[in-house]
C-alpha cells in the first residue's frame, strides 16, 4: 500500500508540472519578449591581407547605426584589425532586418554601409534569441595631406642626414617632432591631417634594439678598461714582424672577427688610435690601413645579429635569432673577406712598400710596454660574460628570449661581479645620441608606414619584379646597397623593414627570408660606398682628421666604392644560388 500511495505522488506530481509547463513555442514566444542579441565579429585587412589597427567600426540596422552594449556609438579593431560587437535589441528587431557594417580610418578609404549575412544561432542564457554575423573587410588606402607631410618629413631628415647638415640625432628627433606637431595641431582640426598618435610613436620604438645596443655598449666599456684592445694590436704586428702586407691583412681580420661580435662603430673606436700609432712607427699613411680596416669592420659585422646596426634593426623586426644571421651569411662574408684583403693589398701595394722597419725588436719591446693587458682579473671577468651574453645569443631563439635580455643579462651581471660603477657607464660609455637617434628614427618611419608610403614603395617593388622572386631578390640587394652609400645604411634600413615584411606576403617564394638576407647584405656591404654610407665610416673619417689625416668625399669613395660593388656582386651570386 505505501509503495502505490508513493508512485501515485510521483506520478501526480509529473502530470502537474506538465501541466502548469507552456508547449514548446510558447515558451520561445515568451523568451523573444526579452529581445533579440547579435554578436558580430570579423577583421580589417588591407590589400595584402595585413590586420589594420585602429578602424573605426560601425553597425547599422535598417538604415540606422545601432550602439554596442556597454561602448560608444563605434567600435574600434586591435592590434590584429580584429574587431567585436555585441548589440541588444528589442524583440524582432532582426526579422527581415539589413545589418551593415560600416568603417572609417585616416589615410585610408572609408569603407561605406556594406551589407552582412545573419544568422539565427538559437538563445542566449539570458533567453534573448541570438544572432551571429562574422565577416572580413578590405580597405584600401587614401592619399591625404598627412600622407604628403610624413614623406616630406621623411625626406627633409635623409636629406639632413646625408648632407650632414646637423647631428643626425638632432635631423631625427627634429623629424619626430614635426610629426606629433602637426598630428596634433592641424590634425586636431582635420583627420586628414593626422599623421601618427602619441601612443603609436611609442609604441613604435623598438626597446629590443635599444637595450641589445645599451647591455653592448656597457660590456665594450668594461673590455676598454682592461687593454685588450690594444693587446690586440700589439699581437698583430709582432705576428706580422714588422711585414706591412701581413701585418694590413692581419688588422683587416682582427677587426672583421672583433665586428663581428661587437658592434663595428665601437670596434673601430678601439682599434683607429693604436693603428694610427703603428702606422707613424712603420712611417706608413695611417690612412692606407685605416680604410682598410673600416671596409672589413662593415664586412665582419654583416655575419652576425650583433655585429652591424642594420643587422639589429632587421633581426628584432624579423624575428630573426642570432644563428639564423651565422648560418646564412657567415660563408659569403668569408668569401668577401678574401677579396677585400687581396684587393687593398693590391690598391695600397706603393704605401706598404714605402714602410720603414727598424730596429724591430726594440720596437716590439716599445709596443709590449705601451700596448698591455692593464686589468687581468676584469679581463677574465669580462671574457667570461661576454662568452655566456654570446652563448644566451645563440640558444635565445629556443628560450623565446628576446636578444636584448641577453645583452642586459650579462652586462649587468658583469657590472655586479666586477663592482663597476654604473653611473659611470651610463654617462662615459653608453651613447646616449646614438640610442635616441633610433628611437626619433623609429618614429619617423611609423608615420611613413601609417600613412601609407612604405606600402606604396612595397607596392611598386612588387610590381616592378612582377611576382618574379630573382628580380626581387636582385632590386632588394642593389637598391639597398647603392642607396646605403648615399645615406647611412641605418635610417635607410629602418625604412625598408615593412616594406620586405609586404613583399614576404606577396611573393611567391619569399618565404624563405631570402629577401632579409638579401636588405642586410645589400644595407652592410653598401654602407661601405662612401664615408657616410655607415656609421663606422664616419668615425673612421672623424678620428683621422683629428689625428690629422684628412680623408676627403672623393677619396674615400675612389677606394672603396668599387670593392663595395665586387662585393654585392658577390652577395647576389650567393643569395641567388643558396636560395
Not at 130 to 150: E, G, V
Not at 222 to 251: E, P
Not at 300 to 315: E, M, R, S, W
Not at 528 to 538: E, F, L, Q, Y
Amino acid at each position: 500500500m505505501i509503495r502505490t500511495f508513493l508512485h501515485l505522488v510521483v506520478i501526480t506530481s509529473i502530470l502537474a508540472i506538465l501541466a502548469l509547463s507552456p508547449s514548446p513555442p510558447v515558451a520561445q514566444a515568451a523568451q523573444a519578449v526579452l529581445g533579440d542579441r547579435l554578436t558580430l565579429s570579423g577583421k580589417m585587412k588591407n590589400p595584402q591581407g595585413r590586420g589594420i589597427k585602429g578602424v573605426e567600426v560601425e553597425v547599422l540596422i535598417n538604415g540606422r547605426p545601432v550602439k554596442p552594449a556597454g561602448m560608444e556609438d563605434h567600435f574600434t579593431t586591435g592590434a590584429q584589425g580584429s574587431f567585436f560587437g555585441d548589440f541588444l535589441l528589442p524583440a524582432g528587431a532582426l526579422d527581415g532586418a539589413k545589418v551593415e557594417v560600416a568603417a572609417h580610418k585616416p589615410n585610408w578609404q572609408a569603407l561605406p554601409p556594406t551589407p552582412v549575412e545573419v544568422f539565427p544561432a538559437g538563445y542566449d542564457q539570458e533567453g534573448r534569441r541570438l544572432f551571429k554575423a562574422s565577416q572580413d573587410f578590405t580597405l584600401k588606402r587614401k592619399i591625404t595631406p598627412a600622407f604628403w607631410m610624413a614623406t616630406s618629413v621623411l625626406l627633409l631628415v635623409y636629406v639632413i642626414i646625408a648632407l650632414e647638415l646637423m647631428h643626425r640625432t638632432l635631423a631625427a628627433l627634429l623629424g619626430a617632432a614635426l610629426v606629433m606637431f602637426i598630428s596634433y595641431t592641424a590634425g586636431t582640426f582635420d583627420s586628414r591631417y593626422f599623421i601618427l598618435s602619441f601612443a603609436d610613436a611609442i609604441h613604435a620604438i623598438d626597446m629590443n634594439v635599444i637595450f641589445l645596443l645599451m647591455g653592448m655598449m656597457i660590456i665594450v666599456g668594461v673590455l676598454k678598461k682592461t687593454g685588450m684592445f690594444q693587446w690586440l694590436a700589439y699581437k698583430s704586428y709582432a705576428m706580422a714582424r714588422g711585414k706591412v702586407f701581413v701585418l694590413s691583412c692581419i688588422l683587416m681580420l682582427v677587426t672583421a672577427v672583433t665586428s663581428a661580435f661587437l658592434d663595428n662603430v665601437t670596434t673601430m673606436l678601439l682599434m683607429i688610435p693604436v693603428t694610427i700609432e703603428i702606422a707613424l712607427t712603420l712611417k706608413v699613411n695611417p690612412i692606407a690601413l685605416l680604410i682598410p680596416e673600416v671596409f672589413a669592420s662593415n664586412v665582419g659585422g654583416t655575419a652576425t645579429l650583433i655585429g652591424d646596426p642594420p643587422n639589429i634593426l632587421i633581426g628584432s623586426y624579423a624575428k630573426l635569432s642570432f644563428m639564423d644571421f651565422v648560418m646564412n651569411l657567415t660563408i659569403i662574408v668569408a668569401i668577401c673577406m678574401v677579396v677585400t684583403i687581396i684587393y687593398y693589398i693590391y690598391w695600397y701595394k706603393k704605401a706598404y712598400f714605402q714602410a720603414e722597419v727598424k730596429d724591430l725588436d726594440r720596437t716590439l719591446e716599445f709596443l709590449r710596454q705601451e700596448y698591455r693587458i692593464t686589468d687581468k682579473k676584469l679581463l677574465m671577468y669580462s671574457l667570461g660574460f661576454l662568452a655566456f651574453t654570446i652563448f644566451l645569443f645563440i640558444i635565445h631563439s629556443v628560450l623565446h628570449m628576446e636578444p636584448s635580455i641577453a645583452a642586459l643579462t650579462g652586462a649587468m651581471l658583469l657590472l655586479a661581479v666586477s663592482r663597476g660603477d654604473i653611473v659611470e657607464m651610463l654617462e662615459h660609455e653608453v651613447e646616449w645620441p646614438t640610442l635616441v637617434f633610433f628611437m626619433a628614427l623609429f618614429i619617423v618611419v611609423a608615420a611613413a608606414e601609417e600613412t601609407g608610403l612604405i606600402q606604396a614603395i612595397a607596392e611598386w617593388v612588387a610590381q616592378v619584379s612582377r611576382g618574379n622572386l630573382t628580380v626581387a631578390v636582385l632590386m632588394v640587394v642593389w637598391v639597398s646597397a647603392l642607396v646605403s652609400a648615399a645615406v647611412d645604411n641605418i635610417p635607410f634600413t629602418a625604412t625598408m623593414l615593412p616594406i620586405i615584411a609586404f613583399l614576404n606576403t606577396t611573393i611567391p617564394g619569399a618565404e624563405s627570408g631570402v629577401l632579409w638576407w638579401a636588405l642586410a647584405l645589400g644595407a652592410c656591404f653598401g654602407g661601405n660606398g662612401t664615408m657616410i654610407g655607415a656609421s663606422a665610416n664616419v668615425v673612421t673619417v672623424g678620428l683621422a682628421e683629428k689625428a690629422g689625416y684628412h680623408i676627403s668625399f672623393l677619396y674615400y669613395m675612389k677606394a672603396c666604392f668599387v670593392p663595395m660593388l665586387i662585393t654585392v656582386a658577390l652577395a647576389s651570386v650567393y643569395l641567388l644560388w643558396v636560395f
